[in-house]
């Protein structure tokens, strides 16, 4: 297969470590970067999850049942009716 070249912008501490790393595995850094690309093919996208940590872990279904139930639980305390509000407003 026809290799071709291409650059990429990483951070120089980043780097150096991360070649650090891949040369005790054995690895150089553009031998790394080719087994992620082919992951990625492989994967049909990352190999790996993206996910933010702590987020709440609930189905869309269940976020809508979470919040159709806040809705009908809403009890008003304070404030007017709306022709109250309006009355007082224009007069």
């Known amino acids: 297969m026809q290799k071709v070249q291409t650059s990429l912008r990483i951070e120089e501490k980043s780097l150096k470590e ?4 891949l040369s005790n595995l054995g690895l150089n850094f553009s031998e790394a970067v080719n ?3 082919a ?5 049909g996208g990352l190999p790996f999850d993206v996910k933010v940590l702590d987020y709440p872990k609930i189905s869309y279904e269940e976020a809508q049942k979470k919040i159709q139930n806040s809705i ?3 009890t008003i305390t304070s404030g007017k009716d709306a022709d109250s509000f309006f009355k007082e407003l224009l007069d």
């Not at 992951?39 to 994967?43: G, L, S």
């Open 39 to 43: 992951m990625i093919v492989q994967e």
């Open 18 to 21: 991360a070649k650090e790393i």
């Open 72 to 74: 009908d639980n809403m």
């Open 35 to 37: 087994m992620f690309a």
